[in-house]
């Protein structure tokens, strides 16, 4: 099956800076990669939608300027989280499509941030 | 999106079956049954789906309600590896597309 990666695998950061996360379709392209966050024994839930060459779409109650979202290839995004703070502190996970026709969603091995 | 209800934990011995059931009562006729399990500090992967008759792969089978209200994921012969969050989603029209996560059915297995 198709493969997705995400890097780094964990991060460990200090209160106030940024991390850039990046999600990599390896052998398709995706014109749409999704980005989800799961907190500790909770679900995922999604907070955004990468669109190749044009703005991400963001879940209410996600602040755009903070988790900055960057599609720039058919194989690559990145999530770039900004002035990290420990309650920002998650499991970050990607997927993303071959696209129309195919029906399942792969996913990324996640990311684990923690802000100190 | 219809909404879905699993039981919040199960316990299976290993090597037994396992019926994990899934509730969408409120499904549509272009509605698909999806499963994904997430194995501990991974993201999902996606295990079956289907619309109306059951279906089987090298996975899991899926056994699917005459009136498509209800759905069962049937795992044969459950082993320590299959230990994970198992969550069935609707998605409508099977179109690839985001996937909306339920609270999901955690499946401890037990040796």
């Known amino acids: 099956g198709a493969v997705v990666s995400q890097h780094p695998s964990r991060v460990i950061c200090k209160s106030g800076t940024s991390v850039k996360i990046e999600c990599r379709s390896l052998?398709?392209?995706?014109?749409?990669m999704f980005w989800y966050r799961q907190f500790p024994k909770q679900s995922l839930m999604l907070m955004a939608t990468?669109?190749?060459?044009?703005?991400?779409?963001?879940e209410q109650g996600v602040e755009k300027d903070k988790f900055l979202i960057n599609h720039a290839s058919l194989t690559l995004s990145t999530l770039t989280v900004t002035s990290a703070h420990p309650e920002d502190s998650s499991f970050y996970i990607c997927?993303?499509?071959?696209?129309?026709?195919?029906?399942?969603?792969?996913f990324g091995p996640g990311t684990r941030l923690t802000v100190t | 999106d219809a909404k879905t209800t699993q039981p919040n934990s199960m316990e299976s011995n290993e090597e037994e079956p396992v019926h994990l059931p899934c509730n969408h009562s409120t499904i549509s006729g272009t509605d698909y049954i999806h499963w994904y399990r997430q194995l501990p500090s991974q993201g999902p992967e996606y295990v079956i789906h289907g619309l109306t008759s059951n279906v089987n792969n090298r996975m899991a089978s899926l056994a699917i309600a005459e009136d498509r209200k209800s759905s069962t994921l049937i795992l044969h012969r459950a082993t320590l590896r299959d230990a994970a969050v198992y969550y069935c989603?609707?998605?409508?029209?099977?179109?690839?597309?985001?996937?909306?996560f339920g609270g999901g059915t955690r499946l401890m297995v037990k040796p």
């Open positions: 990468s669109n190749e060459g044009s703005k991400a779409t963001y």
């Open positions: 989603i609707l998605i409508y029209n099977n179109a690839g597309n985001m996937l909306t």
């Open positions: 997927s993303a499509s071959p696209g129309p026709g195919s029906y399942e969603q792969y």
């Open positions: 052998d398709f392209q995706a014109t749409t």
